[in-house]
């Protein structure tokens, strides 16, 4: 954990004719046959083009009367244990494991007791499916969903805190229930696009390339701001993002609950500026790294936008 963070056969036809050639003195019984055949053929062709289309006229009923059969209501259990029930159908895309969604939730023990939920806060949860950021029971779960479904899953305690538990009322080997939907998937973001814009460098060393500039409250010390922010290695690769959760980041500035080159270079903005923030090791977390992927003597680069100042 670091300390700005709380937690994708071609066949030319010309060379072929059909050369037909009758003696103009054939007798009229020569012909007979003749005529017999094509007349016989044309109502051979007739009567099959008919049967083809009464055919297709009973594939496209077929196909008319074909509904979809709906699961609302029905539980369903995955090898796992996980119990699930769909109460409302979305018809949005389906979530697949890397996809970044957005969930509302209400968690509830056996006994009805509500443990946590997001729509009681009102802030939807956001995380990053399939890669461990949920409790196993969320990761299989969301996974069976289309944007807008509903659901409710009851999740087994080996798919959710163990024999440990999580502590408070969620105690050792507890069976949770979820009232699920889900809201969004979101992309994720793309690097500020800086090409052309001017580059300055503080005393300290850090690096700032404002994209815009607004009349907004400037962010000033001991305030608390809102930020959007991606963060980069060196080589482009995206170790975390506020915009990918859709969960804006709040801290007072000034105050080192972050690192230095996210005090410094936020108090340079204002209100509605974007910019990007190249952060040399000795302003982010220096010869110690981090941990996972941001190693030591790190130079980190930062996407951020301020939304609010207070």
């Known amino acids: 954990m670091w300390k ?31 005529s017999i055949l094509l007349i016989a053929l044309t109502l051979s062709t007739a009567v099959f083009a008919q ?10 009923v077929v196909k008319k009367d074909k509904k979809k059969v709906s699961i609302v209501g029905k539980e369903f259990t995955t090898e796992s244990g996980l119990k699930y029930v769909i109460t409302h159908e979305g018809n949005g895309e389906r979530a697949k494991a890397g996809d970044n969604v957005q969930v509302h939730y209400t968690g509830k023990l056996t006994n009805d007791t509500v443990f946590d939920s997001s729509v009681k806060r009102g802030q939807p949860f956001g995380f990053k499916l399939g890669v461990g950021q949920v409790i196993k029971g969320w990761d299989e779960g969301i996974a069976l969903l289309n944007v807008g479904d509903k659901a409710v899953f009851t999740i087994p305690s080996d798919l959710a805190y163990g024999a440990n538990g999580a502590g408070g009322v969620i105690g050792p080997n507890e069976t949770l229930i979820f009232e699920v939907e889900l809201l969004n998937i979101i992309s994720p973001p793309k690097p500020f696009d800086v090409a052309g814009k001017d580059t300055t460098t503080t005393a300290s060393g850090l690096k700032i390339i404002k994209l815009n500039a607004t009349e ?95």
């Open 51 to 60: 049967e083809k289309e009464k055919k297709s006229s009973k594939k496209e």
């Open 4 to 34: 700005c963070v709380n937690e994708k056969i071609c066949i030319n036809p010309s060379n072929l004719r059909e050369k037909s050639v009758i003696n103009k003195n054939m007798k009229a019984s020569q012909l007979k046959p003749i």
């Open 216 to 310: 907004g409250t400037q962010a000033t010390v001991n305030k608390m701001v809102s930020v959007h922010y991606s963060g980069y290695l060196l080589n482009g690769k995206m170790f975390d993002s506020s915009v990918e959760r859709n969960q804006p980041f709040n801290f007072a500035l000034g105050q080192g609950k972050v690192i230095k080159g996210w005090d410094e270079g936020i108090a340079l903005l204002k209100v509605g500026e974007k910019a990007r923030l190249i952060i040399p090791s000795n302003l982010a977390y220096g010869a110690n790294g981090a941990g996972g992927v941001i190693g030591p003597n790190e130079t980190l680069i930062f996407d951020v936008e301020l939304l609010g100042v207070q």
